[in-house]
């Protein structure tokens, strides 16, 4: 039972240009939702988090929103650069799991110069 | 040193050695984690421990065993295992345990073979 999804597991842009990145959860009680991005051979590393209080978290290039309604969450990284082609995780937690958190499959992100 | 460590960064084995992982946190978190991760697939959860204590173990094989002896420190023990066992094995920390708006810090992982 996958409960967040990340359905592209691949997405290719033009150095410049805006990255979307999705991701789908299905447990209801999901409160907090996080970004991570992983390079080869390096650990994840704790990118941008969005609590259900809000629909939007901004943070220099990266921008997360959440539409709750839909169970939906996205990375928008604007513009892209060579350095952000990595694996991003989307994860979440909630109020009856503590920190532990449950993470999607990945998208791998190339920004092509 | 900062952050998270992990050594070792990989690690090549026979089905009958026993060998551990460690991982170590300079941040002084209260929680520790060891997760699995392979090819094309989620990051999975194996172990919690919060304040040394064991909260959580899920479905793990007993072939994996680990040993938190102090909040900074934690180890995974292997023995006889599996070529499916091969992965990056993880290890991460947070500040509270029990709180959902705190976000875990990651090692850099030891890439482990079974041959």
């Known amino acids: 039972d996958q409960q967040v999804k990340q359905n592209s597991p691949s997405l290719s842009v033009q150095e410049g240009r805006i990255s979307i990145l999705n991701c789908d959860y299905t447990?209801?009680?999901?409160?907090?939702f996080l970004w991570y991005k992983k390079y080869p051979a390096e650990g994840p590393t704790f990118l941008i988090s969005?609590?259900?209080?809000?629909d939007k978290n901004e943070d220099g290039r990266f921008t997360v929103f959440l539409n709750k309604s839909a169970k939906h969450l996205s990375l928008h990284i604007v513009p892209s650069q060579p350095g952000d082609s990595a694996v991003y995780f989307c994860?979440?937690?909630?109020?009856?799991?503590?920190?532990?958190?449950?993470f999607g499959e990945g998208t791998q992100l190339t920004v092509n110069p | 040193e900062t952050g998270v460590t992990q050594t070792p960064r990989h690690l090549v084995m026979g089905m009958t050695n026993k060998k551990s992982l460690k991982c170590e946190q300079h941040?002084?978190?209260?929680?520790m984690y060891w997760y699995k991760q392979s090819a094309k697939k989620p990051l999975e959860l194996m172990f919690v421990?919060?304040?040394?204590?064991?909260?959580e173990n899920n479905s793990v094989p007993s072939r994996f065993s680990p040993e938190c002896p102090n909040s900074s420190h934690l180890f995974l023990h292997l023995h006889t295992l599996q070529p499916e066992d091969s992965a990056l094995y993880l290890c991460?920390?947070?500040?509270?345990?029990?709180?959902?708006?705190?976000?875990?810090?990651f090692g850099p992982g030891t890439r482990l073979t079974v041959l």
């Open positions: 991460a920390s947070s500040r509270n345990p029990e709180a959902s708006y705190n976000e875990q810090f």
């Open positions: 447990n209801s009680m999901f409160d907090y």
């Open positions: 969005i609590s259900s209080i809000k």
């Open positions: 994860a979440a937690s909630g109020r009856t799991s503590g920190s532990r958190l449950t």
């Open positions: 941040l002084g978190h209260n929680a």
């Open positions: 421990y919060s304040l040394e204590e064991r909260v």
